[in-house]
Nanobody, 121 residues
Framework: LQLVESGGGLVQPGGSLRLSCVAS????????IGWFRQAPGKEREGVSC????????NYATSVKDRFTISRNNTKNTVYLQMNSLKPEDTAIYYC???????????????WGQGTQVTVSS
């Protein structure tokens, strides 16, 4: 399984970006897709996750009410809509696939290469 992220870039504070994660295989068997991020000098943290059906989602407190996760299984794609971006959202964002609905990275088996998000004026 390969996961490929896209959609990162440079955006001003208060702006929006939509990240995409495309899987090389049919995704419905992958129970959970998660988004994680890692800023320079910091540990990787869970941002959001979604089950295969899309009926269950979870968010880190720091992004709740600003980020929205969704998935389209017909396109093997999971999205992360990021609104009201802040400088502290600057990080490399990774998507990952695993068997457990969790924001803990150790539960995830497959990882993408990451996409850089920079929030700066």
């Amino acid at each position: 399984l390969q996961l490929v992220e896209s959609g990162g870039g440079l955006v001003q504070p208060g702006g929006s970006l939509r990240l995409s994660c495309v899987a090389s295989e049919f995704m419905e068997d992958l129970i959970t897709i998660g988004w994680f991020r890692q800023a320079p000098g910091k540990e990787r943290e869970g941002v959001s996750c979604i089950t295969s059906s899309g009926r269950s989602v979870n968010y880190a407190t720091s992004v709740k009410d600003r980020f929205t996760i969704s998935r389209n299984n017909t396109k093997n794609t999971v999205y992360l809509q990021m609104n009201s971006l802040k400088p502290e959202d600057t990080a490399i964002y990774y998507c990952a696939a695993g068997p457990v609905f969790s924001l803990t990275d150790s539960f995830y088996k497959f990882w993408g290469q990451g996409t850089q998000v920079t929030v700066s004026s």
